[in-house]
């Protein structure tokens, strides 16, 4: 059923995407009645990368929901707009208060397939391009891990060392879907952090799961339309 009224939904893509990464999640929310914005942000540094989302806001229409896939989860947390109603969580990653992405995303051990990963000369880290088939999204198609390979954006160690301000989702609506098959970031620590925001498979859901994904985008943007108040809840896939 479309979602009545109006909404913006801005998507951020996580590290080593680009906006390509949402194009079927984005498809789906606009035949349910939403609007989307895809925020693409450099992966330069924790602080340009809220700038950048900060940029695509202004574009938005009404009340907006964030959705964030990983390293992108702790940026849109560091959003505090009037207009953000709800966040939403793809596998993302939710520092809180003075924690670094990099403390979190390496809470718990990791999966015998993750990749080995360590920044180039510049200071940036890329995805080998076996680690998409083996690690990053395995449960895709071939086409789409051939795309994703492709491309990569790099992630800089800035985003990861800086500490984070208070985190959004402590005092706004928050899903996160969880993914069970995860290889990047260990399911438990997905489990520990929204168990810790109080938030309502395979890597990159977007790819092998769209719909799961824009059924709970809808469901967060029906409960902010709606006014409902009620606490957010984890979702696995």
Excluded at 32 to 49: H, M, N
Excluded at 96 to 109: I, K, L, S
Excluded at 122 to 140: K, T, V
Aim: include cysteine; charged fraction near 20%; charge should be negative.
């Amino acid at each position: 059923m479309p979602i009545i009224g109006k909404a913006t939904v801005v998507a951020v893509h996580g590290a080593w995407a680009d906006g390509s990464s949402w194009k079927d999640v984005i498809l789906g929310l606009e035949r349910g009645g939403l609007r989307v914005i895809e925020a693409q942000i450099p992966l330069t540094s924790f602080g340009d990368d809220t700038t950048a989302l900060k940029r695509a806001l202004s574009r938005s229409l009404g009340p907006v929901i964030l959705v964030g896939h990983t390293y992108a989860g702790a940026v849109i947390a560091a959003v505090h707009d009037e207009p953000v109603k709800a966040l939403v969580y793809v596998a993302g990653l939710a520092p809180d208060e003075g924690e670094t992405v990099a403390q979190v995303f390496y809470r718990d051990e990791s999966h015998p397939q993750a990749p080995k990963l360590a920044p180039d000369a510049n200071g940036f880290i890329w995805m080998p391009e076996a680690d998409f088939r083996n690690a990053f999204s395995q449960n895709a198609t071939a086409q789409q891990i051939a795309l994703s390979a492709a491309v990569q954006k790099p992630i800089a160690v800035k985003c990861i060392q800086e500490p984070v301000p208070t985190p959004a989702w402590r005092s706004k609506p928050s899903w996160y879907l969880i993914a069970e098959e995860d290889r990047m970031i260990n399911p438990k620590t997905q489990r520990f952090m929204a168990g810790r925001m109080g938030g309502r498979v395979d890597h990159s859901p977007m790819y092998s799961a769209p719909d799961l994904v824009i059924e709970v985008i809808l469901e967060a943007a029906s409960v902010t339309l709606g006014n409902a108040t009620l606490p957010g809840r984890a979702v696995t896939g």
